[in-house]
Nanobody, 124 residues
């Protein structure tokens, strides 16, 4: 089992950048497919990005491709989401998740462990 804690959210102006962190404990992040999702009030959780166990394969939602980058630091047992050129529509609570499965999934119900979320607000 793994415990996930997100940090790094905050308020930023449109065009700015933030880096979210997801610190894991209990097991190493390389044991899982790691994902980032986001959710706004009244909407379903939306896939943002995923990172394979090797750390070399990533998958991104079309809405963030070219602006966001997911990475991992094995020594710190932490995954990151670097968010650049932020837009007001990126405003959401961002969640880190871990999947024990084999293949990438963009479906939140396929992920087994979740963090508590961190708020990102992008002002126009």
């Amino acid at each position: 089992q793994v415990q996930l804690v997100e940090s790094g959210g905050g308020l930023v102006q449109a065009g700015g950048s933030l880096r979210l962190s997801c610190a894991a404990s209990g097991r190493t992040v390389s044991s899982y497919i790691m994902g980032w999702f986001r959710q706004t009030p009244g909407k379903d959780r939306e896939f943002v990005a995923a990172l394979g166990r090797s750390g070399g394969v990533t998958s991104y939602a079309d809405s963030v491709k070219g602006r966001f980058a997911m990475s991992r630091d094995n020594a710190k047992n932490t995954v990151y989401l670097q968010m650049n050129r932020l837009k007001p529509e990126d405003t959401a609570v961002y969640y880190c998740a871990a999947d024990v499965g084999i293949y990438f999934s963009r479906e939140d119900q396929k992920y087994d462990y979740w963090g508590q979320g961190t708020q990102v607000t992008v002002s126009s």
